[in-house]
């Protein structure tokens, strides 16, 4: 069976990330591959599918493709509107020379964390 281009883009990209850990290039590839694997394994988890979650993104099929598939740039606000969308909250880590986004904290968790931290 022939492999998806998705699949091939991962790979390529996978190599990139290996071959480029040190650099600027290979952080950046390293953290896109992140969001993608995170909003894999969120539509997974929650049984939404890729078209669903897109109109709740309120973007394109297309664009959401290239996000998953590590082939655009994403700002900021992007990721966020992502992780919030799965009541997420993310954060940065830098473990082993390798900035990386952590596991994502759930907003509702993370807000019953300040009001104990209040009393």
Excluded: W
Excluded at 13 to 20: A, C, P, Q
Excluded at 101 to 116: A, K, R, V, Y
């Amino acid at each position: 069976m022939a492999r998806k281009s998705g699949e091939l883009m991962r790979d390529y990209y996978k190599r990139i990330i290996e071959s480029t850990s040190n650099s600027e290039v290979g952080v950046e590839f390293h953290l896109k591959d992140n969001v993608s694997n995170f909003i894999l394994q969120q539509l997974k988890q929650s049984g939404i599918n890729k078209t669903e979650f897109a109109k709740r993104l309120n973007m394109k099929m297309s664009q959401l493709s290239r996000i998953v598939n590590s082939e655009t740039n994403l700002t900021l606000r992007t990721i966020a509107h992502i992780y919030k969308t799965f009541d997420c909250y993310p954060s940065l880590e830098y473990i082993n020379n390798q900035v990386t986004f952590s596991s994502p904290h759930n907003i509702t968790e993370l807000q019953d964390g300040d009001e104990n931290n209040e009393e």
